[in-house]
């Protein structure tokens, strides 16, 4: 997974600020998508608000510039645990 990341600041504003993303080599399924909401909902106080959606292959979240690399292996991890979670069920 690649992250584009803009240009962070101390404070965000997901209404004016670029959010960070991270492409996904493929667009998910209906069915990745399902989980991956699931868990997203689970981690909120951990994600905090980040805003994290996915669009197309893409997730978008925002970070500050002390929360960035934080956030960042969190979603990498969680696209992980999706996807081993997913594969088990096959």
Known sequence: MEFDVPPLRDAVNPEKDE?????????????????FDEKVEALQCELGLAGVRIDGADIRFFATAQDARRLADRINALVQDVTIELMGRG
């Open 19 to 35: 959010a960070i993303v991270a492409s996904l080599d493929i667009a998910p399924s209906a069915e990745w998508l399902a989980v």
